[in-house]
């Protein structure tokens, strides 16, 4: 039900894509006056995200939270995190609705929730949590349940249906 919710939502806002660099941006105007935008892999259909431009050095040494998901699962990197894998400790708090990365150092601590589970009202379950650490980089991956594929699957139907801009200079044609 809340599955359907959502993607009739989606139907019901006005759409704007752009192409860029292999990415198709969209931009979502809700009937409530609410916006979101996401970016998309032209190639894989994948969501995006990337995060802004490094402002100074002593950013460079702050870890660096991004969202990248794959087909199959929700997807976040924390960069410029050091400390062995061990050190990390990687859960759902299902009450708070959020998963939580602490490390038992105590240097890093982070809550986040996962939007898109809130959207279509399912619970988080532990079991399809899982992490890794490589590079300096801790990588948390959340499979996504059956449900959100299928809406995903929908809603990429829907993304063909809308003129695209295309562009190469960065600007922000429109169709």
């Known amino acids: 039900m809340a599955v359907t919710g959502w993607l009739e939502s989606l139907r019901a806002a006005e759409k704007t894509a752009l192409l860029q660099d292999g990415r198709r941006k969209v931009h979502y105007l809700f009937p409530d006056g609410k916006e979101m935008a996401e ?5 894989t259909s994948e969501l995006l995200a990337s995060s802004g431009p490094v402002m100074s050095w002593s950013c460079l040494l702050q870890p660096i939270f991004m969202r990248k998901d794959t087909k199959m699962s929700f997807q ?3 960069r410029n995190l ?3 894998k061990d050190v990390y400790s990687v859960c759902v708090a299902p009450k708070e609705r959020c998963i939580i990365v602490k490390t038992t150092n105590k240097k890093y601590y982070k809550k986040f929730s996962i939007p898109d ?3 279509f009202q399912l619970p988080l379950d532990d079991s399809l949590l899982s992490f890794a ?3 300096c980089t801790l990588i948390i991956s959340y499979q996504k349940p059956k449900e959100v594929m299928v809406a995903e699957s929908e809603l990429h139907k829907e993304l063909k249906k809308v003129k695209t801009a295309h562009s190469s200079e960065g600007d922000c044609k429109t169709q």
């Open 133 to 135: 650490h490589a590079n």
């Open 39 to 43: 970016e998309y892999d032209e190639k």
């Open 82 to 84: 050091p400390y062995p």
């Open 117 to 119: 589970l809130d959207r």
């Open 76 to 78: 976040w990197r924390i």
